[in-house]
């Protein structure tokens, strides 16, 4: 479904049938089509309406918030995060990081969307090596102040960003979203080595994580140290003198009532 909405020469109603070869999916695209979120004037029936209705970007974004939802919405013990709260952590990043998309006039909002979604989702893979070695973790954030994705590559060898990396791989997921899961916490890690779209997109999934985590949404113990990197000034029209980031953080706030619609849309599945 992936690579048919990726192609725009796909046939809606070949697109249709293939979701339909799938009934939860189906089920799911159904129930969130007519959640209060997109207030259609009368039911969804199909998937081929769907499809007319919401076209394909935005089809897209409701899959990968489906497909998230199986994976994210469970207790990640090893980071002390209960269930759903790494779900929650994830809808918010990807609501973030669109308005932030939009704001600075980012060509695919939607794929801004899906890139905070999806950016943490090593952390499903990683988090039974992470009990382990939790309090060197902890200790070697506050001691030596590392981030905690640098506490734990030094612990354990790998950090849940490169996991998710070869998670998405596995996942077909096109390149940009590739490089949002590796380098959303460093962007500067990728500069001269993508093009300025692509090191716009994982800035904007930066930024829009730097904000979720100083909302507290979703946070265990890897909430503990997370800097923001300067790149963004050179990347995102926001200025320092002008209070843009600022500004822009009290613009978000004002989401979380569309935040908990996206959230309810999937409640009880």
Request: a negative charge; aromatic letters at 8%.
């Amino acid at each position: 479904v992936n690579g048919m909405l990726n192609d725009p020469n796909t046939d809606a109603k070949e697109l249709g049938e293939t979701i339909l070869m799938d009934p939860s999916l189906t089920a799911q695209v159904l129930k969130i089509c007519n959640s209060a979120e997109y207030g259609f004037s009368r039911k969804i029936g199909t998937v081929s309406e769907a499809v007319t209705f919401l076209g394909y970007l935005v089809l897209k974004r409701i899959i990968f918030t489906i497909i998230s939802h199986c994976y994210l919405n469970r207790p990640v013990q090893g980071y002390a995060i209960e269930q759903g709260a790494l779900w929650e952590n994830a809808v918010t990043c990807g609501t973030f990081a669109q308005h932030i998309a939009q704001k600075v006039e980012f060509e695919d909002s939607e794929l801004a969307f899906v890139g905070g979604l999806l950016r943490d989702i090593g952390k499903i893979a990683i988090d039974s090596y992470i009990p382990h070695q939790k309090n060197v973790l902890e200790q070697a954030v506050v001691k030596h102040r590392y981030s905690f994705i640098d506490a734990e590559q030094e612990i354990i060898g790998v950090n849940h960003a490169t996991i998710g990396y070869y998670m998405g791989i596995q996942w077909n997921l096109p390149q940009s979203l590739l490089n949002v899961i590796q380098h959303h916490h460093r962007p500067s890690e990728i500069q001269g080595t993508v093009s300025p779209e692509e090191l716009q997109l994982v800035t904007i999934v930066h930024l829009a994580d730097v904000f979720t985590t100083m909302l507290g949404v979703g946070l265990g113990i890897d909430g503990l140290m997370y800097s923001i990197d300067n790149i963004i000034y050179d990347v995102l029209p926001f200025s320092k003198e002008e209070n843009g980031l600022e500004k822009l953080y009290a613009e978000l706030l004002e989401k979380r009532e569309e935040i908990q619609s996206k959230i309810t849309a999937l409640a009880g599945s």
